[in-house]
């Protein structure tokens, strides 16, 4: 990665601060109730969802596994009928360009985002280079958000799913830049290439490592305790919480001022 990459890589993220203060502030409020928006998908999202946690925990990359990934990734948005390019790729393909690094992929099952310690979380991120580089699970030449919910399907306590709403949201755009003059959410670009799209995908695992650091150990606890959800999912629910909060309140125009939200 060039400098200027990595200087505009920076600024793009400078807005991690604003929503993880916000975020940390009051993060009580932000897990209350985030598993219960999840579940509101329901269906074939939580259905597969957790069928594939299953497989991944007894028996890992084996053509069920891989299946129920498939079949998730589906439910979750990866896959849509009509013209476009966000579709899975045919499914010979998809499998095996998971299924040839299997025993890689193996070393990576002991890592815990929770567990281990920033640098030490974000060089073995690093690691996963490689083996995310050779995956061929999308048409689409975007790989971050595909990829990302993929790898937390095989690695569920190591990789967070990440997706543009919310999660790149959160990352890149402070809350009076999330909406347009017509009140619209604003597109979030992601950068092409797949060299810096893996260095979004790390900056956004480590950022929500950073951030697992910094929650009460009780919030993530419970979240494993009463529903099952290991931590890189339960603060990828707390963050689409987040936003689902924060954008009801910048309707309020109390909040919108004390913001300084401009229209």
């Known amino acids: 990665m060039n400098a200027t990459m990595a200087e505009s890589s920076a600024n793009i993220f400078a807005a991690e601060s604003v929503n993880t203060g916000r975020f940390i502030a009051d993060q009580k ?3 209350a109730g985030s598993y219960e928006l999840f579940d509101k998908f329901g269906g074939p999202c939580r259905y597969f969802h ?10 890992f990359l084996s053509e069920r596994h891989i299946e129920m990934l498939y079949a998730t990734l589906t ?19 998809f499998r095996d360009s998971i299924h040839d690094k299997a025993s890689e992929l193996e070393q ?21 280079q490689p083996y995310y580089r050779t995956l061929r699970l999308s048409e689409s030449d975007a790989t971050i958000v595909v990829n990302s919910k993929a790898l937390h399907h095989l690695l569920p306590e190591f990789v967070p799913p990440i997706d543009r709403q919310y999660t790149i949201r959160f990352f890149t755009q402070a809350p009076e830049r ?14 092409q290439g797949i060299g810096v799209q893996f260095e979004w995908f790390q ?5 929500i490592k950073r951030l697992a650091d910094r929650i009460e150990p009780a919030l993530i606890e419970d979240e494993l305790r009463l529903h099952k959800v290991m931590a890189p999912k339960a ?25 300084r939200v401009t229209d």
């Open 29 to 31: 409020k932000y897990f």
């Open 50 to 59: 957790d069928e594939c946690l299953r497989a991944s925990r007894d028996e």
């Open 75 to 93: 439910a979750w948005g990866m896959h849509r009928m009509g013209i476009g390019k966000t579709k899975l790729t045919e499914w010979r393909k």
């Open 108 to 128: 990576f099952r002991s890592c815990s985002l929770l567990k281990m310690s920033e640098t030490d979380y974000s060089k073995a991120v690093l690691q996963l």
């Open 178 to 191: 999330w909406k347009n003059a017509k009140g619209k959410f604003r597109t979030i670009s992601l950068p």
């Open 203 to 207: 900056r956004t695992c480590v950022g």
């Open 235 to 259: 603060l990828d629910n707390a963050i689409v919480n987040y936003v689902s909060i924060t954008d009801r309140s910048l309707n309020d125009p109390d909040t919108r001022r004390a913001w």
